[in-house]
């Protein structure tokens, strides 16, 4: 019996060491050459090859040190990460405590933001820090941020420390310098369950790093000091910016539990140009909000004068904000608007009038606006909370303004109804109304006439289109068309009808009808159309007609071929032929057959790139 115990106790004792020993001896591999290496090796084989590690050294696991580290994604390397040092306890991990006393990067270049392989779906459950976070050193002595990342090129140093035991409690300092120029950013925080307290300081010259990320290089120096300091519930806020002449403020409290703010805004700003293509003379803005973000009690102005901005201009825009207990009003006027176009004072000469009503209490936030002007009149509602619809009426008493801005003699009216909706990444829109060409160039009045009716389905999923519908029929004409443009490629169906071949020439009489497609990409592409129906001319009696027309390889290289065959005088008259255009833009016609009685034409014909038929 003895013996038995002895043996199970010298096993029970191999048994709890042997996970010691084999610990022991992983740690003493990876303090080798060869166990750095396979670190380099299991690390890309883990993260397939999104994690790169090179020059792995120091003491595992308490001391690691990094020589290089590339983070990729499908387009490559966008992050690296060189000098990596970590001292940390291991240990305290047990305590559910990740305690880092030091660590340093030498150098961190970030080229472009990172690729998403995949939409990522939003978590129903809160995110929750799963252990307490402790750092008590952080330095990074070069951090390289390329343009495509923020709009500007940048290089800064970061040092700080963070002790964070979950989202509601810890503490952090941080402080980031400019290195390739003048700037200093900082930022130092604390909250808990009961208070919070956070201070915000940035600091730099003219053509700082703010102001590039802004894309507003000639904003000027920059001085911002942002304060919140109190209770969740009774926060005390100051907030001040001075950027070259503007100066702006927003002074009160804020209740973060109850969703309430007792805010005071201003700003005012003398003559600037911010950017070469942003102007304004002067800005006012004095605001007040008290009460809860959804039903808040609400005054504010804005006053601008002479802003010019993406080649628009508005000589005054004076706009008032109320609110009372979740509804929002806004009434503003915008005089002298100048619009990018051939025409931009089509709008100068009367004021713009805009008044909106929101409703902040409700769950789907519905608004009620309308825009008028002598030219033209929108009206409607649209809802912003959760999925994103609007359904306006937009009426045009008068088509000439707007005609003659594109260089078009056409006079009439429109009245259209646009139903837009956004679920998800995908959008659509609705559009019905009427359309009326009462004078103009030829053949609009006639084909389109008084009362013609327009109807439209279309959607859009990134780059894809889809036209579920388009619907036109005026007096004479009637043209349908569905398809789209999906994964980069044109599939499209359309049909017109001409009833009266009059209102094209008062010297042709008759009805066609046409129906074709249109497939491939938009560099390349091929189109085909069967028309059919009878007509004559002026001597000539009605007699039917049938042409076929096919082309490919538009628009850079075209070519296609044409048949047709007609009664013309009891006689069949019959045409094949067949073009292309070569790259320099010469075209080359060759006429295969022609013939009507006794008549017969063959040949071929070439023009020059702008020459014009003999």
Not at 321 to 339: M, N, P, Q, Y
Request: aromatic share 2%; net charge negative.
């Amino acid at each position: 019996m003895r013996r038995a115990l002895k043996w199970l106790g010298g096993i029970v004792l191999v048994l709890l060491l042997l996970p010691i020993v084999l610990v022991g001896g992983l740690l003493l591999a990876l303090n080798t050459e060869f166990g750095t290496r396979e670190v380099e090796t299991l690390t890309a084989r883990l993260t397939s090859g999104m994690v790169v590690l090179r020059d792995v050294s120091g003491t595992f696991p308490q001391a690691p040190r990094v020589g290089h580290a590339e983070i990729r994604d499908e387009r490559g390397v966008w992050l690296t990460l060189d000098e990596i040092a970590l001292d940390w306890s291991p240990t305290r991990l047990i305590g559910k405590d990740v305690q880092v006393e030091r660590l340093e990067i030498g150098r961190v270049a970030m080229a472009r933001l990172p690729v998403s392989s995949a939409p990522s779906s939003p978590s129903s459950s809160p995110f929750s820090l799963p252990v307490r976070v402790d750092i008590d050193h952080l330095h990074v002595g070069r951090v390289d941020i390329a343009a495509p990342v923020a709009g500007v090129a940048a290089s800064l140093s970061i040092d700080g420390a963070a002790h964070v035991a979950s989202l509601a409690d810890g503490r952090a300092d941080l402080t980031l310098r400019r290195l390739d120029g003048e700037g200093t950013y900082t930022v130092k925080g604390r909250i808990d369950p009961r208070t919070l307290a956070a201070d915000i300081v940035a600091q730099e010259p003219a053509k700082g790093l703010i102001a590039g990320i802004a894309a507003l290089p000639n904003l000027g120096a920059l001085d911002l000091h942002a304060a919140v300091n109190g209770p969740w519930n009774a926060a005390a806020t100051d907030i001040t910016l001075t950027a070259g002449p503007l100066r702006a403020a927003a002074k009160g409290t804020v209740d973060i539990d109850g969703r309430a703010a007792d805010l005071d805004v201003t700003a005012n700003a003398p003559a600037m140009a911010p950017r070469p293509d942003v102007t304004w003379q002067a800005v006012a803005l004095d605001a007040h909000v008290h009460g809860p973000f959804t039903k808040p009690d609400a005054t504010g102005t804005l006053l601008l004068d002479g802003l010019a901005a993406a080649g628009a201009s508005v000589r005054h825009l004076a706009a008032d904000v109320t609110g009372d207990s979740g509804r929002i009003s806004l009434k503003a006027s915008i005089e002298g608007l100048r619009v990018p176009g051939p025409k931009p004072d089509l709008m100068e000469g009367a004021p713009v009038l805009v008044t909106a009503e929101a409703r902040l209490d409700a769950a789907d936030r519905p608004v009620v606006f309308h825009v008028s002007h002598p030219l033209l009149d929108a009206q409607g509602t649209a809802h912003t909370g959760g999925d994103i619809d609007a359904d306006t009426t937009l009426m045009l008493p008068d088509l000439a303004p707007f005609a003659a801005a594109g260089g078009v003699d056409l006079r009439g009216h429109t009245t259209l109804r646009i139903k837009a909706a956004k679920r998800g990444d995908t959008t659509t829109a609705d559009i019905d109304g009427t359309l009326g060409i009462t004078g103009g160039v030829a053949p609009a009045p006639a084909l389109v006439g008084p009362d013609a009716t327009i109807g439209v389905t279309a959607s859009m999923r990134g780059g894809d289109m889809t036209l579920s519908r388009l619907d036109v029929k005026g007096a004479t004409v009637d043209v349908n068309a569905t398809g789209g443009l999906a994964d980069g490629k044109i599939a499209l169906a359309w049909n017109v009808a001409l009833s009266d071949l009059h209102a094209l020439a008062a010297s042709v009489e008759g009805a066609l009808r046409a129906q074709g497609n249109v497939a491939g990409t938009p560099g390349d592409f091929a189109t085909q159309a069967d028309i059919s129906g009878d007509f004559a001319t002026k001597g000539f009696r009605r007699a039917p007609v049938k042409v076929a027309l096919h082309a490919q390889g538009l628009p850079g290289a075209p070519t296609g071929t044409v048949t047709a065959e007609a009664m013309l005088e009891g006689a069949p008259l019959s045409l094949d032929a067949n073009a292309n255009r070569a790259p320099d833009g010469t075209l080359q016609v060759d006429i295969t057959r022609a013939a009507w009685k006794s008549a017969q034409i063959d040949g071929a014909a070439t023009l020059a790139a702008g020459a014009t038929l003999p």
